[in-house]
């Protein structure tokens, strides 16, 4: 049976297609595309690790370095640090889709694939050292793509399924950004940039220990054994409590060693006794929301403490 042709003069027409809304659809495809590779990087840690790089600079400058300086050695720590996340994501791809903090993560969702994600990661860890090494110095270069490698091979794909000392240890690798801010401007490390650097170790557990333990069903479904996914909540609060007060301690040990004024000094006792505080409640009320006050309060912590090193450092020097 053939086919009759519309006549003419037919109401009925071919839709032509409307070129504005097809360049309209693509735009937005090309903007929904970006938007997942920039999710792979995780922007919301780099901000983290960006607050804990510029201020070690300006110590060890005794006074604002640089503007190039410090905008090369930050997009440098941006983009190894967004390289390292998103390999991390490639890596747990398998566990993120089973919790549900993580079940929207790109690679999940399949917004990218597996494979241009890893390829992805693995270009801005190449530009990140290239890009350091040659606008920075060779040292910074190596102390960020050295952080990636610890964070991928021993965090990542050894302790965080493995041991319920993943984020202890593992933390290290959060702690690399106050050596390379340090290292951007004296192309050397002591023992300053190394209290910093003990600080943010001691900092990373009961930050992270907090949000999991709001999200410990979340671990359990995934078989991550994250501490407070196969020990107590008071345990959990224990151990907290222990690592908080370590980090005070190092807080107050910096004002000697990194030669700071009374208004970082100050800052590290308010904040400090603050954060102990906290991690006290957690451990006397052992309730989730106490766990997430002082989980969202470790932030303002790290962002108001090493603020006022910029700040200490201005007063003192004027520059």
């Given amino acids: ?34 938007g997942a590779y920039i999710a792979l990087t995780k922007p919301r840690i780099i901000e983290l690790l960006l607050i804990t790089t510029v ?26 640090a967004g390289g390292a996340n998103a390999i991390n994501m490639y890596v747990d791809r398998d566990i993120d889709r089973l919790m549900e903090r993580t079940k929207n993560r790109p690679l999940v969702t399949g917004e990218i694939r597996a494979n241009k994600a890893l390829v992805f990661a693995i270009a801005l860890e190449v530009v990140a050292f290239v890009w350091l090494w040659g606008f920075v110095n060779l040292l910074s270069a190596t102390l960020a793509v050295s952080a990636t490698a610890f964070y991928v091979f021993v965090y990542t794909l050894w302790l965080k399924r493995n041991s319920p000392s993943n984020i202890v240890i593992g933390g290290a690798a959060g702690a690399v950004p106050v050596l390379v801010g340090w290292a951007a401007v004296t192309n050397t490390l002591g023992w300053a940039p ?48 222990a690592y908080t007060v370590v980090l005070w301690a190092l807080s107050l040990v910096f004002a000697p060693v990194g030669d700071m004024g009374f208004i ?23 309730a989730e929301v106490w766990a997430m006050r002082l989980f969202s309060y470790s932030i303002t912590y790290i962002t108001l403490l090493f603020g006022s090193m910029v700040v200490d450092q201005v007063v003192r020097t004027g520059a």
Avoid: K
């Fill in 55 to 80: 201020p070690p600079m300006v110590v060890a400058n005794r006074g604002i370095p640089g503007v190039w300086l410090m905008v090369a050695t930050v997009i440098g720590g941006t983009l190894a």
């Fill in 1 to 34: 049976m053939g086919l009759t042709p519309l006549p003419t003069h037919s109401r009925y027409r071919v839709a032509e297609p409307d070129s504005a809304s097809g360049l309209n659809l693509r735009a937005r495809h090309v903007w929904r595309v970006c």
């Fill in 194 to 241: 190394l209290v910093l650097f003990g600080l943010i170790f001691y900092w990373t557990p009961p930050h992270f220990w907090a949000l999991a333990i709001r999200y410990r069903d979340d671990y359990l479904a995934a078989g991550v054994p994250m501490l407070p996914a196969v020990a107590s909540t008071r345990t959990t609060a224990q151990r907290m409590v």
């Fill in 264 to 286: 970082y000094l100050g800052s590290a006792i308010g904040l400090g006794a603050v954060f102990c505080y906290m991690a006290v409640q957690v451990l006397r009320t052992q």
